[in-house]
């Protein structure tokens, strides 16, 4: 059985970083694109970035372009979310998950639809 951890959220001053993790068992890490979301009281979950499988390829959503950056460690079976210069506008619960089907198009990616498999998330909080 797949199983997603979430791991490294916080509370932090705006202009802070944070690094998130999540750390993948029950699967070969290595043949999922993995993705990011996020969800803010009372809106809805939005996708914030994306990996592809060996890495190579990432797209972020607008908000948080330039400032998060996603990577992996196929070999720790492990996604990461950089995340500096945080605002208020960013604290949320994240979740990670498997990508069932992903698009790539340079750092952007015009369809991102999500697996079954969820992190349980982790707490962001950002203070102005």
């Known amino acids: 059985q797949v199983q997603l951890v979430d791991s490294g959220g916080g509370m932090v001053a705006a202009g802070d970083s944070l690094r998130l993790s999540c750390t993948a068992s029950?699967?070969?890490?290595?043949?999922?694109?993995m993705g990011w979301f996020r969800q803010a009281p009372e809106k809805e979950r939005e996708f914030v970035a994306a990996?592809?499988?060996?890495?190579?390829?990432?797209c972020y959503a607008d908000s948080v372009k330039g400032r998060f950056t996603i990577s992996r460690d196929n070999a720790k079976s492990t996604a990461y979310l950089q995340m500096n210069n945080l605002k208020p506008d960013d604290a949320a619960v994240y979740y990670c998950?498997?990508?069932?089907?992903?698009?790539?198009?340079?750092?952007?990616?015009?369809?991102?639809?999500?697996?079954?498999?969820w992190g349980q998330g982790t707490q962001v909080s950002v203070s102005s």
């Open positions: 998950t498997v990508a069932s089907l992903v698009i790539f198009r340079s750092d952007y990616c015009p369809q991102f639809k999500a697996s079954d498999y």
């Open positions: 029950g699967r070969n890490f290595s043949t999922d694109s």
């Open positions: 990996i592809s499988r060996s890495g190579t390829s990432t």
